[in-house]
Protein backbone atom coordinates (compact mmCIF):
# COMPACT_ATOMS: atom_id res chain seq x y z
CA UNK A 1 0.00 0.00 0.00
CA UNK A 2 1.39 3.36 -0.56
CA UNK A 3 1.49 5.99 1.29
CA UNK A 4 -1.02 7.74 -0.42
CA UNK A 5 -3.63 4.75 -0.53
CA UNK A 6 -2.95 4.77 3.89
CA UNK A 7 -4.14 8.64 3.82
CA UNK A 8 -6.82 7.90 1.96
CA UNK A 9 -7.61 5.24 3.94
CA UNK A 10 -6.92 7.06 7.23
CA UNK A 11 -8.96 9.88 5.86
CA UNK A 12 -12.24 7.50 4.59
CA UNK A 13 -11.96 5.86 8.23
CA UNK A 14 -11.87 8.78 9.74
CA UNK A 15 -14.82 10.38 8.44
CA UNK A 16 -16.74 7.46 8.46
CA UNK A 17 -15.89 6.52 12.45
CA UNK A 18 -17.31 10.54 13.20
CA UNK A 19 -19.86 10.56 11.09
CA UNK A 20 -21.53 7.45 12.01
CA UNK A 21 -21.47 8.29 14.92
CA UNK A 22 -22.45 11.48 14.98
CA UNK A 23 -25.11 10.33 12.29
CA UNK A 24 -26.23 7.77 14.78
CA UNK A 25 -26.79 9.65 17.80
CA UNK A 26 -28.93 12.17 16.31
CA UNK A 27 -31.05 9.97 14.42
CA UNK A 28 -31.25 7.55 17.44
CA UNK A 29 -32.29 11.08 19.25
CA UNK A 30 -34.94 12.19 16.99
CA UNK A 31 -36.60 8.25 16.37
CA UNK A 32 -36.81 7.75 20.25
CA UNK A 33 -37.86 10.97 21.47
CA UNK A 34 -41.45 10.86 20.59
CA UNK A 35 -44.12 12.85 21.74
CA UNK A 36 -44.58 9.45 24.77
CA UNK A 37 -40.98 10.00 25.99
CA UNK A 38 -40.18 13.53 25.07
CA UNK A 39 -39.49 14.05 28.90
CA UNK A 40 -35.97 12.04 28.70
CA UNK A 41 -32.91 12.57 26.69
CA UNK A 42 -30.51 10.39 24.71
CA UNK A 43 -29.13 9.58 27.68
CA UNK A 44 -31.83 8.73 29.70
CA UNK A 45 -32.84 6.26 27.10
CA UNK A 46 -29.40 4.54 27.50
CA UNK A 47 -29.69 4.23 31.02
CA UNK A 48 -32.95 2.42 30.56
CA UNK A 49 -31.55 0.33 27.98
CA UNK A 50 -28.24 -0.87 31.35
CA UNK A 51 -30.77 -0.88 33.85
CA UNK A 52 -33.05 -3.61 31.17
CA UNK A 53 -35.73 -5.58 31.75
CA UNK A 54 -34.36 -8.31 33.94
CA UNK A 55 -33.86 -8.54 37.44
CA UNK A 56 -33.17 -5.34 38.97
CA UNK A 57 -29.54 -4.21 39.31
CA UNK A 58 -27.77 -2.26 41.76
CA UNK A 59 -25.88 1.20 41.26
CA UNK A 60 -22.53 -0.13 40.61
CA UNK A 61 -23.62 -2.76 38.04
CA UNK A 62 -25.42 -0.06 35.84
CA UNK A 63 -22.19 2.64 36.11
CA UNK A 64 -20.24 -0.13 35.17
CA UNK A 65 -22.44 -1.00 32.18
CA UNK A 66 -22.54 2.62 31.32
CA UNK A 67 -18.73 3.65 32.79
CA UNK A 68 -19.66 6.47 34.87
CA UNK A 69 -19.31 7.07 38.19
CA UNK A 70 -22.01 6.12 40.36
CA UNK A 71 -22.37 9.82 41.54
CA UNK A 72 -23.06 10.69 37.95
CA UNK A 73 -25.49 8.21 37.79
CA UNK A 74 -27.49 9.10 41.21
CA UNK A 75 -27.96 12.32 39.61
CA UNK A 76 -29.88 10.84 36.04
CA UNK A 77 -31.96 8.03 38.27
CA UNK A 78 -32.72 10.77 40.46
CA UNK A 79 -34.27 12.38 37.54
CA UNK A 80 -35.54 9.27 35.90
CA UNK A 81 -37.42 8.21 39.31
CA UNK A 82 -38.93 11.26 39.21
CA UNK A 83 -40.26 11.16 35.69
CA UNK A 84 -41.38 7.66 36.72
CA UNK A 85 -39.43 5.66 34.51
CA UNK A 86 -37.27 3.47 37.07
CA UNK A 87 -37.93 2.37 40.52
CA UNK A 88 -35.54 2.66 43.41
CA UNK A 89 -35.55 -0.30 46.15
CA UNK A 90 -33.42 -0.89 49.14
CA UNK A 91 -32.41 -4.35 49.34
CA UNK A 92 -34.33 -6.75 52.01
CA UNK A 93 -30.77 -8.57 53.00
CA UNK A 94 -28.67 -5.45 53.19
CA UNK A 95 -30.50 -2.39 53.46
CA UNK A 96 -27.26 0.08 51.91
CA UNK A 97 -27.77 -1.88 48.64
CA UNK A 98 -30.44 0.30 46.41
CA UNK A 99 -31.44 -1.55 43.68
CA UNK A 100 -33.37 -0.19 40.24
CA UNK A 101 -35.61 -1.95 37.76
CA UNK A 102 -37.92 -0.31 35.36
CA UNK A 103 -41.64 0.61 35.78
CA UNK A 104 -43.95 0.44 33.27
CA UNK A 105 -43.19 3.51 31.86
CA UNK A 106 -39.66 2.71 31.57
CA UNK A 107 -40.43 -0.57 30.25
CA UNK A 108 -42.54 1.01 27.10
CA UNK A 109 -39.12 3.45 26.89
CA UNK A 110 -37.09 0.61 27.09
CA UNK A 111 -38.93 -1.50 24.25
CA UNK A 112 -39.29 1.76 21.98
CA UNK A 113 -35.50 1.97 22.19
CA UNK A 114 -34.83 -2.24 21.54
CA UNK A 115 -37.42 -1.36 18.18
CA UNK A 116 -35.24 1.56 16.71
CA UNK A 117 -32.40 -0.59 16.98
CA UNK A 118 -33.88 -3.50 15.69
CA UNK A 119 -35.34 -1.36 12.16
CA UNK A 120 -31.65 0.29 12.08
CA UNK A 121 -29.74 -3.32 12.16
CA UNK A 122 -32.49 -5.05 9.28
CA UNK A 123 -32.55 -1.93 7.46
CA UNK A 124 -28.44 -2.08 6.97
CA UNK A 125 -28.51 -5.55 6.66
CA UNK A 126 -31.29 -5.56 4.25
CA UNK A 127 -28.48 -3.66 1.47
CA UNK A 128 -25.71 -6.49 2.03
CA UNK A 129 -24.86 -9.40 0.70
CA UNK A 130 -24.33 -12.45 2.93
CA UNK A 131 -20.47 -11.93 2.26
CA UNK A 132 -20.51 -8.53 3.04
CA UNK A 133 -22.63 -8.91 6.15
CA UNK A 134 -20.35 -11.31 7.50
CA UNK A 135 -17.36 -9.05 6.64
CA UNK A 136 -19.54 -6.18 8.64
CA UNK A 137 -20.01 -8.40 11.29
CA UNK A 138 -16.34 -9.86 11.89
CA UNK A 139 -14.92 -5.57 11.22
CA UNK A 140 -17.46 -4.35 14.29
CA UNK A 141 -16.43 -7.10 16.74
CA UNK A 142 -12.76 -6.50 15.90
CA UNK A 143 -13.57 -2.44 16.36
CA UNK A 144 -15.79 -3.00 19.51
CA UNK A 145 -12.58 -5.34 21.12
CA UNK A 146 -10.06 -2.38 20.06
CA UNK A 147 -12.20 0.34 22.02
CA UNK A 148 -12.97 -1.97 25.06
CA UNK A 149 -9.15 -2.74 25.27
CA UNK A 150 -8.67 1.36 24.93
CA UNK A 151 -11.27 1.77 28.04
CA UNK A 152 -10.16 -0.42 30.12
Known amino acids: M ?23 MDLEERAIITQEFQDITNNDMHVIQAVGMGEPKNMSTIAKMLSVTTGTLTIAMNSLVKKGYVIRERGEEDRRVVYISLSEKGRKAYLHHEQFHRDMIDAILSDLTPE ?18 VEG
Do not use: P
Open 132 to 149: ETDSLVKAFAKLNKWFRK
Open 2 to 24: TVREKVDTYVTLNDALVNLFRDV
